[in-house]
């Protein structure tokens, strides 16, 4: 097996499948893993030693390996997802409520919105994934659902579900959410009563997706916009935005580190997913539920960096 070093001889796609398997292997020797979310008590119960990794390529094929297969819960990944489907259908009028640049402080803080007048830094925070999400609400009247419909297309996949328990889990724990939620609405950038946003935040949070699913759902943002069905979602700019976005602001207050280590547009999320992409190449997810102190996959950032110093596939 030759495993490329040099960013100049780019791996053909057969390549992938023995990384995968020698990243699982390190990984397995790999002693700390982090601990699982425990704010919201229904992810508590993941094991942290679980692992899956996968790679699809633009055409659909895709490569996996460990627990790949296993549905595990979204959380923060999905917002990559409604800011996508919100962008295809408001476009730039997003951007005058909510920002583009890092926050550089926790994913549930409040402090920056008061000074900031209730507009948040960037959508994959708390607050701005909540403006997204109602932007989307507003658009669709069925947030969650549309998101749902858009994934289950787009990995092939129609038994994605939304985990009842998880989303009633995480609405009984979601004060913070709800302050953010309220705090924003007393500054008129929440359309939809609150209620109803939290309870189509909560649920959109609460789709379960394999680390397949995801990388293949993913695809459109290394096809440059295009949908699995060839039709297209967003424009080539629009596309380069969310990667963009998702380069430096994808992983909580770690996204410098993330670039650093990793290379890639990324998106984490507290369940232990994180989704990657290389652009015109592959997109790839990675499971394990234990997390570092920023909320980050241990396993997971090890994986990812792992993957693009083998493959020399990164957009540095
Ligand atoms: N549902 C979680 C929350 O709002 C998502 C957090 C995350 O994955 O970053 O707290």
Request: glycine residues 10%; negative net charge; contains cysteine.
């Amino acid at each position: 097996m030759a495993i490329m070093t040099s960013p100049a001889s780019l791996p053909s796609p057969q390549t992938f499948q023995p990384v995968l398997d020698r990243i699982a292997a390190e990984i397995e020797k790999t002693p700390g893993r982090g601990r699982p979310a425990d704010y919201i008590p229904a992810l508590a119960a993941c094991d942290p030693r679980r692992f899956g990794m996968a790679v699809a390529e633009p055409d659909g094929t895709v490569y996996g390996v460990g627990d790949w297969r296993q549905p595990f819960s979204t959380q923060s990944i999905t917002k990559v997802f409604t800011l996508a489907l919100d962008l295809a259908r408001e476009g730039d009028a997003l951007w005058e409520h909510v920002g583009r640049e890092p926050s550089g402080n926790p994913f549930n803080s409040l402090v920056q919105l008061e000074y900031e007048n209730g507009i948040p830094r960037n959508p994959f925070i708390n607050a701005g994934a909540l403006v997204v999400t109602d932007r989307l609400q507003t658009q669709t009247g069925d947030a969650a659902e549309t998101l749902l419909a858009f994934l289950r297309t787009e990995s092939g996949n129609d038994q994605l579900s939304i985990n009842e328990d998880v989303a009633a889990s995480e609405a009984k724990h979601g004060d913070r959410n709800a302050a953010l939620g309220h705090f924003m609405a007393a500054y008129g950038n929440i359309d939809n009563p609150v209620p109803v946003l939290l309870d189509q935040y909560f649920r959109q949070c609460s789709i379960e997706a394999s680390c397949a699913d995801l990388a293949l759902a993913t695809g459109f943002l290394a096809r440059h916009g295009i949908r699995a069905d060839g039709s297209r979602l967003l424009d080539r700019s629009q596309a380069k935005h969310i990667n963009a976005i998702m380069l430096t602001c994808g992983t909580y207050d770690a996204a410098g580190d993330f670039a650093y280590r990793v290379g890639l547009p990324g998106k984490s999320g507290v369940g232990g997913g994180i989704i990657a992409v290389v652009p015109g190449h592959c997109t790839l997810c990675v499971w394990s539920p234990g997390l570092d102190e920023r909320g980050n996959s241990v396993a997971g950032l090890a994986a990812l960096d792992r993957f693009t110093t083998l493959t020399g596939l990164s957009v540095f």
